[in-house]
């Protein structure tokens, strides 16, 4: 219960309260946003559409899993898996056998590229055909033997392909030409082939691996029933899915995208949690201060620490709820607009719903709330602990400086945030970016409790060179100096935008130019053969080596490993490389730093690292490494050479043959070529040109298919500079504004003392661009700080700052500032200054 | 005992009619020798530390009586606020004693004192004595609602129809002249019946006929209501309203006048001003 005085304060004057509101709202605004995405993360599913006609489907689990000792407890980690993970052929026979299953049909899919005769198809096995129910079968003709195909009724008519028809399809296990043996219905999934069995096995590039098995029961058996029985006679080899959970199987990307959702909506959410309670203190804290002598009345009539602290955190959370249900709807839009973004680049698929449920909103506001109590009980801390006297005479002038225990802990938070840096040195990439925002924080929470020391030595630095500006700058040199505290609420937001948005955006440019850089020297191929469709035919850099004037083609094979760092799973995308290693520096020139390029291949078991990955390793040439395949199969192979052009290009090499058969789609995705010494390019351009379905660039064509992820990881760290960064950015104008209008008796003073509108107006302009130099100087650091070590991590290089990208940031923060003060000074300058005196703060 | 003292006195308050004086028509200098209101022995406090600290009072030993009305002179610098947040709780003493109604508050914990300032001490100061988002009434009746008492809003009325406010009372502060918020922030002092009233400078930010309102109200409120009123003022016309003028220099009491004359006081204190303030210790 309070004594209803938060109640009258807050209806009498809600203007003082709308900067607090603001902040709150937009607090709520992206609590709501990343808590739908984290909701979508975890509920995430997709409706089963092939196997809607199996009730129960068995197949292998998308992920590598791992547990591990953390303290007392063992704690299984995983990580969804860069490719397909398949089940064992084996499983059909076995499940076949079960009393209560009437079918259990294989079913593995695999990519063919179009060709002049047929579009792109899905190539199965004769098997799966019946999955989609009773009408999925033959319609015309037979089933395919060797040699042979089945398409589907609708592709065939368009085709113009009957029964008796060849043509020829390239599939990962090889091109081959077939005759169309009948057709089969119309599929749902698009344009099918179905080829004999045991064809298919041996073309799917994973021979004695399925995708899947759909398992149908005997009349009479339940679901529940069938599932029992199929899970027992499984075991550990696969798992089993009923329902909705179909719907994972048909589209193993949703594991990618539930985590990436996850991972965004929660590490994200957190950080952005934090700003906001981050962001609410400090605007609380002003709006308390600028009223401490309410306080000190209070105090000396006779209101208790307690009751003090109880009524400003009263008000704050008499705002809270208000600001959380106002920030609700802008946070769904964000959350809207961040999702379809996501689908639109692929990250997740389509088909799946944005998972608005109350959940979000409600975290909103408890967050806003406990943010709000947060902020109301810490800024209430200096008024309730005052003692009355002391409390009238510090309300008229600042407090005398910051107290002990507030020095003492934003230096243990900076040794934090530097131990913090420091240990991210030592970390590799993924791990090093993660913590990144973590160091940022530590040093916002530094820069927050040390802010007055801070703007009373920018005041000190900054106010030599503004005494020189004549009066304005003067006035602005003392009034800087002997109001240090409300310096440092203005420049705290300036520095959280700085800082945040630095990092964010410089480390991301950063991967960009490290990994523009790593291709452009990398890739030393004079030409480049890229696929339209899912991926180069089986054997085409072995045809392109034959193209005259061609001296080596080496087929690139992109996939991914998942390995163990700093006690969690990562994935890395690596590349699988066919022909002749001693040929490889022809194409790639990828900085070897030691063993060679010229062992990958010599055993299947072999393997060269970038000097990233090898770190994270802590392994040499001739160690062997743990690691997951694409499909999550283990394997150790041996280092063979470590190299530094990681980025970009592929964390690590593999010879095409460890990886082929462990991927989704077995194809090569590019083809690098160098031309013999004298050939002429022109002509060899034109050569690789006749290879069908193919396009050839120079090398600057690799750069466009470089890796996904982080291209997407990249955009994931502008939208959240994006959001952090206005979110700080609106702090910081209303900070700025709330400091001005406080000032509302000094300007009048200073206008009956005879200073100038003019001078007024230069004084606060002088003291707007010291609040921005000071926080962008001591964001600069703090992302400097950061990103030295984790752009050593990531990218081995040190943080690129691209103008571009400086100088917006810089000008944007000045012009906010100016902005921001200038506004509400006009407004100040507009009341006569007789009345501005007598006005009642 | 100090205890069962107050209480006897509360009752005697709580069954006095409105208007009436309780201690019997208290003329100038009538001074009941019974406990008095407040007390100081030997009160010393100064600031800061080693070669720079400033000794604001360098032992004061002072009683003043119930129903007396005090004021407290001196020139800047002399310890008249310090005085006053010593005696009034709101600042702790180094050394020495301070009793009220017989209680020495100077061993109470803050808690304790921030108890005692809401239902014994009533506070007039120079200015920013209203809460802005409070209305009249409300503000002069914030002591019993901090100190979750029943808020009396009959005793309420009558202290604002006292001090000539009875129809403001649903204003806000922003709404009254200067005087008339010195005037509400009186209602408020008196509001828990104190033992004591201490005004700092209540006609500090005054024009001089508006001071004259708020000095009479103060004075009635000694001679009518049985108050005890202690005043810090620099103002010999103010010090004239008052019993008794004590005279602070140097951090200690130099000097007093029974019912001052605005004169007499004036005289005092330019003697005061000229003497150097070594001369006074």
Partial sequence: MTNGLARSSVRFRPASFAGTLVALVLAAAVVVACGALLQTGLTASLKAERYAA??????????????????????????????????????????????????????????????????????????????????????????????????????????????????????????????????????????????????????????????????????????????????????????????????????????????????????????????????????????????????????????????????????????????????????????????????????????????????????????????????????????????????????????????????????????????????????????????????????MLAVALLGPRLARAAAVVLGTPLRAGGAPGSLAADNTRANARRLASAITPIVLVTAFCGTLLVLQSTVRHTSGENVRAGVTADHVVG?????????????????????????????????????????????????????????????????????????????????????????????RVPLWLGDGTAVRPAVVAVYQRGLGVGQALLPRAAVAEHVTAGYDSQVLVADAPGADRAAVAAGLGKLAEASVTDRAGFVAQSDKDLEISGWANTVMAGVLGGFAAVSAANTLVMTVLDRRREVALLRLAGTTRGQVRGMMRWEALLVAVTGLAVGAAIAGITLVPVARGVADSTPYVPPTLALPLVAGAVLLCLAATGLPVRALLRTRPAALGTARQ | MARRQDRSRTDEYGTAPYGSDPYGSAPHGAVPPAAPAIELRGVCRSYGRGETAVRALRGIDLALARGSFTAVMGPSGSGKSTFLQCAAGLDRPDAGQVRLGGEDITALSENRLTKLRRSRIGFVFQAFNLLPSLTVEQNVLLPQRLAGERQDRSRARQLLERVGLGEHASRRPGQLSGGQQQRVAIARALITRPDVVFADEPTGALDTRTAHEVLDLLRQAVDSLGATVVMVTHDPVAASFADRALFLAGGALVDELPYPSPQAVADRMVALTARPVGAAA
Wanted: proline letters at 6%.
């Fill in chain 1, 54 to 443: 199996a009730p129960v489907v068995v197949a292998a689990d998308q992920s590598v899993k791992i547990r591990m000792k953390v303290g007392e407890d063992t704690e299984t980690i995983e990580q969804a898996t860069p490719e397909r993970v398949r089940a064992d052929a084996a499983l059909v026979g076995r499940l076949a056998a079960l009393p209560g299953v009437a079918a259990a049909r294989p079913d593995t899919a695999f990519p063919l590229p179009a060709t002049d005769r047929a579009p792109a198809l899905t190539g199965r096995g004769f098997a799966a055909l019946g999955i989609a129910g009773p009408g999925d079968t033959l319609v015309e003709g037979r089933a395919p033997g060797a040699n042979e195909v089945v398409l589907d009724a609708d592709t065939a008519h368009s085709a113009h392909l009957a029964p008796g028809a060849s043509l020829t399809l390239a599939a990962p296990g090889g091109t081959a030409s077939y005759r169309v043996s009948g057709l089969a219905a119309a599929q749902q999934a698009g344009p099918t082939a179905w080829f004999a069995d045991a064809t298919a096995d041996r073309i799917s590039g994973h021979p004695g691996r399925i995708d899947a098995i759909a398992v149908q029961p005997r009349e009479g058996v339940s679901t529940a029933a069938l599932a029992a029985q199929v899970r027992q006679a499984v075991g550990g080899a696969a798992e089993t899915f009923t329902g909705d959970d179909r719907g994972t199987v048909e589209h193993p990307a949703l594991g990618d995208a539930r985590q990436m959702l996850m991972a965004l909506g929660g590490t994200f959410g957190g950080y952005a949690t934090m700003t906001a309670i981050f962001v609410v203190m400090s605007t609380v804290a002003l709006a308390t201060g600028q009223r401490a002598r309410e306080f000190a009345l209070l105090r000396a009539i006779g209101a208790t620490p307690r009751q003090i602290r109880r009524t400003i955190a009263a008000e704050a959370m008499l705002v809270a709820p208000l600001a959380a249900a106002l920030g609700i709807l802008p946070g769904l839009a964000l959350a809207r607009w961040w999702f379809g973004q996501l689908v639109e680049r692929g990250a997740v698929p389509a088909g799946l719903r944005l998972d608005v449920g109350p959940l979000p909103m409600l975290a909103a506001v408890l967050a806003c709330t406990l943010a709000a109590l947060t902020a109301g009980l810490l800024a209430a801390r200096r008024p309730s602990r005052m003692r009355a006297a002391q409390a009238l005479g510090e309300a008229a002038a600042e407090p005398p400086r910051p107290g002990r225990a507030r020095t003492v802990l934003g230096l243990v938070f900076v040794a934090g945030g530097i131990a913090a840096a420091v240990v991210a040195t030592s970390l590799d990439g993924a791990k090093a970016a993660q913590t990144a925002l973590g160091v940022v924080m530590c040093f």
């Fill in chain 1, 531 to 623: 696929a339209t469709g899912p991926g180069l035919p089986a054997g085409t850099a072995e045809r392109a080596a034959g193209v005259r004037g061609v001296d080596t083609a080496v087929g690139v094979l992109r996939t991914g490993v998942v390995f163990k760092n700093a006690g969690r799973l990562a994935s890395a995308p690596v590349l699988g490389v066919d022909g002749d290693p001693a040929r490889l520096p022809k194409v790639l020139d990828l900085g070897v730093r030691s063993g060679s390029l010229a062992d990958l291949g010599r055993a299947p078991d072999t393997i060269a690292l970038s000097t990233t990955m090898a770190d994270a390793f802590g392994a040499k040439v001739g160690d």
